[in-house]
């Protein structure tokens, strides 16, 4: 991470200057947290920064993460930061110690409490120069050259987080992360699913059984961790480490468009599940699963020959939203399952940021349909239109997009989710 070392010279030239004052604005300004991610996205293309996983927390998701702590952070606590970057969580959790007369003397006492890891040693560098600033800010006197007042912060060095062993972690009282979210390959162990998965929760998972018990964690982590059907059994196994609670926050930054939440709580003696909430809960005793068929559509395009016989085909761009659709635009060949309408079909691509989260339509074609898989088919149990046309009215109200909201942040709707929509069937 050779570009940001040019803001890492900037840091030691701005300590170096400082004899007999200090410029509390342009102090401000480096130490700020919310500064650092928009130094790395100007020496950084956003492909690069995807590829290696760094978006740096900012101020407000910080503060959460560090405050959710039960037990808070004092001079008796050992704080880690398995994936600091450029040490934003550190810093928050500093903002808990008492600072001494000297820099040297704030320093020995901090280096005692904090500890942070990353793979790139200019992240290292910029968390030490950051944390030597934050003191400086707070009011200890600078009485050492910049080296000097790295040996302090001995904790904080050069490693991969998932080579940390359960000895290194013996003394931990307090772990704080956001670790990377980008695709990893899971681990061919012990692990709760195959293939390509997202690095959080590998990351999480392996502290999570390394940790000592009555470890506090608090995470920030990717929304699909926590509502993902692919998750389902990280979930599982994250309820036999960690008694913890959820919190929903939103969007990671302005800029960057992932949905995250924050799990908090402490690593469990044994291997006792408990309950998490993962989301709240669904009072609705009548759902969608009680008067639909909900299922993937069962075209693949790119991968399903033009075999079979001819059908009308539905997919996202000749599906016009909130629309009775009687004749759809296209036929094509398609051996596999066809739908009888009629049903309704909802655009599996999904934002937060949308009007609507479940964007329908209904398809009353008289013969059966080929459905893509990027939409959701429902269909209902009873084979009623006016069925489908109570259900589109449900998908476009307000309630909808709140509970589905609450339920799942990531881009992409799941069957499970649209099942548990609270619906009332139409009276006859």
């Known amino acids: 991470m050779n570009q940001f070392k040019p803001h890492n010279h900037t840091l030691v030239e701005f300590y170096d200057s ?188 392996h502290f999570l059984r390394e940790l000592p018990p009555n470890c506090e964690i608090s995470a920030i982590l990717p929304d699909v961790l926590r509502s993902g059907t692919r998750y389902e059994k990280w979930r599982a196994f994250t309820e036999t480490k960690i008694n913890g609670d959820i919190c929903i926050t939103g969007r990671f930054n302005k800029k960057t468009n992932v949905d995250v939440f924050i799990i908090h709580g402490t690593l469990q003696n044994a291997s006792t599940s408990q309950v998490i909430q993962w989301s709240p809960k669904n009072p609705a005793t009548s759902k969608i699963d009680n008067y639909f068929d909900v299922c993937i559509g069962p075209l693949v395009a790119y991968r399903d020959p033009l075999d079979g016989p001819l059908a009308p085909y539905a997919h996202s761009n000749n599906t016009p939203l909130w629309e009775n659709i009687t004749t759809l635009s296209e036929q094509r060949n398609f051996k596999g399952r066809l739908i009888t309408p009629p049903f309704v079909v909802v655009r599996r691509t999904s934002s937060p940021t949308n009007k609507f989260r479940a964007s329908g339509a209904i398809i009353s074609e008289t013969s059966p349909v080929a459905v893509e898989n990027h939409l959701i088919v429902i269909k209902p149990k009873n084979g009623s239109l006016a069925e489908c046309e109570a259900l589109l009215k449900t998908l476009k109200c307000s309630d909808t997009n709140i509970f589905i909201n609450e339920r799942i942040r990531c881009r992409h709707l799941t069957v499970g989710v649209i099942r548990e929509i609270p619906f009332t069937a139409k009276k006859k």
């Open 18 to 205: 400082i004899i007999d004052s200090i410029d509390h604005e342009k102090l401000k300004e480096l130490i700020d947290l919310d500064n650092a991610d928009t130094v790395l996205r100007a020496v950084l293309s956003i492909e690069e920064m995807r590829a290696i996983g760094s978006f740096f927390t900012g101020q407000l998701l910080t503060t959460k993460a560090v405050t959710s702590f039960r037990r808070k952070i004092s001079q008796d606590s050992v704080v880690l930061d398995p994936t600091c970057g450029t040490g934003n969580l550190l810093i928050e959790s500093s903002r808990a110690l008492p600072i001494k007369s000297s820099l040297t003397e704030t320093l020995k006492e901090w280096g005692k409490v904090l500890r942070g890891f990353d793979m790139h040693e200019s992240f290292i560098e910029a968390t030490k120069l950051r944390l030597i600033l934050e003191a400086l800010s707070r009011g200890s006197v600078k009485d050492c050259t910049i080296s000097q007042a790295f040996t302090h912060l001995p904790g904080i060095k050069t490693a991969d987080a998932m080579s940390i062993t359960r000895d290194e972690l013996a003394n931990v009282t307090h772990i704080l992360m956001n670790p990377p979210f980008s695709s990893w390959p899971a681990p061919k162990e012990n692990y709760w699913n195959s293939g390509k998965v997202n690095a959080a929760g590998i990351i999480f998972d």
